[in-house]
């Protein structure tokens, strides 16, 4: 039986907190306003005209470019800003635990043995993992029921 996936319903803020931590976790700094402002805006499929009226080609041409390359290296496939949605769930769905890794998690290992991460882990970080894949496992189960 195939499932749709849940990701298909990430608002624009919870896939640029997804893709500012992975980008933290992988390069080491986050996203600058500009760029978290153009990133919300393409989700949303916005132009650059109405991400940035003051001076849209100073941002399509200079950070919008910069952006997008920066996001291609971390995502590992050619970003853009009308494919930046669809890559950003493809690197989703490439792992099987839910977003932990993509967090900025590395996989805690007790006596040999993998741990799960809970809502009670120390990490905030993981926390907010945690209460992530909590809302995508009620937004799956709400569609089934037809709530």
Not at 109 to 135: D, E, F, K, M
Request: charged share 30%.
């Amino acid at each position: 039986m195939n499932t749709p996936c849940p990701f298909h319903e990430l608002t624009a803020e919870a896939a640029l907190t997804w893709v500012d931590n992975l980008l933290y976790s992988e390069k080491g700094h986050r996203l600058s306003d500009l760029e978290r402002q153009i990133f919300i805006g393409s989700w949303r499929g916005q132009t650059y005209e109405e991400i940035y009226p003051l001076n849209p080609q100073y941002v399509e041409k200079s950070v919008g470019y910069k952006l997008w390359r920066k996001l291609s290296d971390v995502l590992a496939e050619k970003v853009s800003k009308k494919r930046v949605r669809e890559a950003v769930i493809r690197r989703m769905n490439s792992y099987e635990e839910l977003p932990i890794l993509h967090l900025g998690l590395k996989p805690e290992w007790q006596h040999g043995r993998r741990i799960r991460i809970t809502q009670h882990s120390p990490n905030p970080v993981a926390q907010q993992s945690y209460q992530l894949r909590v809302s995508l496992r009620q937004n799956r189960d709400n569609r089934k029921t037809g709530r």
